[in-house]
């Protein structure tokens, strides 16, 4: 995650492996961003928490 943040950062492309392929991302300077928080209580499973972050951006 945080190779991925200073790729991003850098204003390189950034290269993510998602299964047994990798895709190589080009985003522009401006990145949109989104960030989800939700938090579940349950008898049978306990508490959870889980933050979900979205990016997006048109290619270069």
Do not use: C, F
């Not at 991003?8 to 990145?31: E, M």
């Amino acid at each position: 995650m945080q190779a991925l943040a200073h790729q991003l950062r850098d204003g390189d492309n950034a290269d993510v492996d998602v299964g047994n392929k990798t895709i190589t991302l080009s985003p522009r300077d401006t990145i949109g961003y989104e960030i989800g928080i939700r938090e579940s209580s349950s008898v049978l499973r306990g508490s959870r928490e889980s933050v979900t972050i979205k990016l997006d951006w048109k290619p270069k």
